[in-house]
C-alpha cells in the first residue's frame, strides 16, 4: 500500500500518470490532498502536499512529502512522515498536430521518515520515467513507463507502467480515468490500480479533484480514494 504512496504520487492531481506538461518559468505551483486507502494489511490515510516551480520553460522542479496515519491489521496504528520526493522533469519534444509531447523525468526519494514511526525504508531510490501525451480535441491521452531502482535491495526493483484519459466536457469540469501498475522485477509483488475521478476549475488559478481507485491485483489495495487541489502561487 505505501507504493502508491511513495513512489508512485508525483504527477498533476488527481492521476498517478505524468503528463508532459511543466510548470511555466518562474511560476509556483502547490498541490495538497487527503488521501485514504483500505486493504487486507489495514488502513491507511494521508496528508499529502507538494510544491512546483518552473526552472526553464520546458523544465520544473518538485518537492513533496505526506504525513501518514497508519493502522495495520496485526500492529498498532502510527503517524509518522512518510519519505520525500525531488523530481526533476525536462519535456524534450513539444507537441505538434501530428506528433506527441515527450517528456522525460529522474525522482529521488529521501528517508525523511526514519524514526520510531517506521514509515519509510532505508537509502535513497531513483526513478526514471518516459512520458508520452497527445490531445486530440477534448481527449488527452498520457503514457508512462519507468523504472524504480531500489538501493537497499536492488532485488524490489519495479517497472512502472501508465495510461490516463482525460475527457474536458466543459470550459470547468474534466472527467479522468487511469490504469498504474508497479511490477516487480524480481521479488517486489505487482501492483495495479483502475482509477476514475474528476476536477474542477473553480478559479484561473485554483483546481479542486477527486478520484477513487481500486485494486486489481492480490497485492494492490482494495479501494483509494483521494481529494484534493492544486494552486497556482505566483
Known sequence: MLVLFSRL?????????????TVPQGKGELQGSVDAAKGDDGALVGLKGSLDFGLLPTMDLRLQTALLWVDPQDAPSRVGMADSLLECK??????????PAFLYAITVRFPTSLGASDLGENGVDA????????TCGPLTLNWNGGYVFISRDRDLDLVLLSMSLEYRFTATWSLVGEVVSAIGVNQAPAVAVLRGGATYRLTPRIRLDGAVAVGVTL????VLVTIGTTMTLF
Not at 497485492?219 to 482494495?222: C, L, R
Open 219 to 222: 497485492a494492490s489495495p482494495d
Open 127 to 134: 526513478t526514471l520515467l518516459a512520458v508520452v501525451g497527445k
Open 90 to 99: 525536462h519535456r524534450l519534444l513539444d507537441e505538434t498536430a501530428t506528433l
Open 9 to 21: 504520487a508525483w504527477a498533476a492531481r488527481p492521476l498517478d500518470t505524468e503528463d508532459p506538461g
